[in-house]
């Protein structure tokens, strides 16, 4: 069974920074790419960034300059860097794996509000 575990959200003023991770719990996790989402308040949920298992990375435009996306194989784990965070960029984030047997699964999201 596949697992996501998004954690490392909260609670930032407009500004700051957070860093969120993800541990995945399927084999052969390097082989796959990866990507955050997220679904703010009355949105539709949306891909902030993604991540290759070559280690190209790709980013929505409302994040680039600002959000980093990495991966460590060993721990299983893809992160989130976010910078300068903006009241916008409040929203549920959620990780995914980018293929076909696991693109249904989903974690159950990690909360980041940007508020002063």
């Known amino acids: 069974q596949v697992q996501l575990v998004e954690s490392g959200g909260g609670l930032v003023q407009p500004g700051g920074s957070l860093r969120l991770s993800c541990a995945a719990s399927v084999s052969r996790f390097n082989l796959y790419a990866m990507g955050w989402y997220r679904q703010g308040p009355g949105k539709a949920r949306e891909l902030v960034a993604r991540i290759s298992a070559g280690l190209m990375t790709n980013y929505g435009d409302s994040v680039k300059g600002r959000f980093t996306i990495s991966r460590d194989n060993a721990k299983n784990t893809v992160y989130l860097q976010m910078n300068s965070l903006k009241p916008e960029d409040t929203a549920v984030y959620y990780c995914?794996?980018?293929?076909?047997?696991?693109?249904?699964?989903w974690g159950q999201g990690t909360q980041v509000t940007v508020s002063s």
């Open positions: 995914n794996i980018d293929h076909p047997a696991y693109h249904s699964y």
